[in-house]
C-alpha cells in the first residue's frame, strides 16, 4: 500500500520561508513523478509543482523563482522550499504520486499553510 504524509506547515509571515516535506511509504517510488498541490480557502486546488523520475520539474507561475521541489530517492522523501511567502500562498497543501506507467493518483492528507501580512 502506498501511504503519504505531509510534514512542515505552520504559520509564517509575508517574505518568510517554509519547507514542506513528503515521505513516501511506496516501493518503487524512484520510478514516479512526484508533487505538491494546494487549496487556498475558497479556492480550486492547483498544482504547485511536480517533479518526474528523472528529475525534471516544473512550476506553476506563481511558483516559479520562489519555490523549490526536490526528491531524495534513497529516504523516498519529497520537499518543498518556500521563500518570499505571500498571503495569497495560504491553502492546505497536498503531496501527491504517480507511477510512470499508472494514471492513478495517490495523495497525503494535506498540511496547513498560513503567511500572515
Known amino acids: 500500500q502506498v501511504r503519504l504524509v505531509e510534514s512542515g506547515g505552520g504559520l509564517v509571515q509575508a517574505g518568510g520561508s517554509l519547507r514542506l516535506s513528503c515521505a513516501a511509504s511506496a516501493s518503487s517510488f524512484s520510478m514516479t513523478s512526484v508533487g505538491w498541490y494546494r487549496r487556498p480557502p475558497g479556492k480550486q486546488r492547483e498544482l504547485v509543482a511536480v517533479?518526474?523520475?528523472?528529475?525534471?520539474?516544473n512550476y506553476a507561475d506563481f511558483a516559479k523563482g520562489r519555490f523549490t521541489i526536490s526528491r531524495d530517492n534513497a529516504q523516498k522523501m519529497v520537499h518543498l522550499q518556500m521563500s518570499s511567502l505571500k498571503p495569497e500562498d495560504t491553502g492546505v497543501y497536498y503531496c501527491y504520486l504517480k507511477y510512470n506507467f499508472l494514471a492513478f493518483e495517490y495523495w497525503g492528507q494535506g498540511t496547513q499553510v498560513t503567511v500572515s501580512s
Open positions: 517533479i518526474s523520475s528523472s528529475g525534471s520539474t
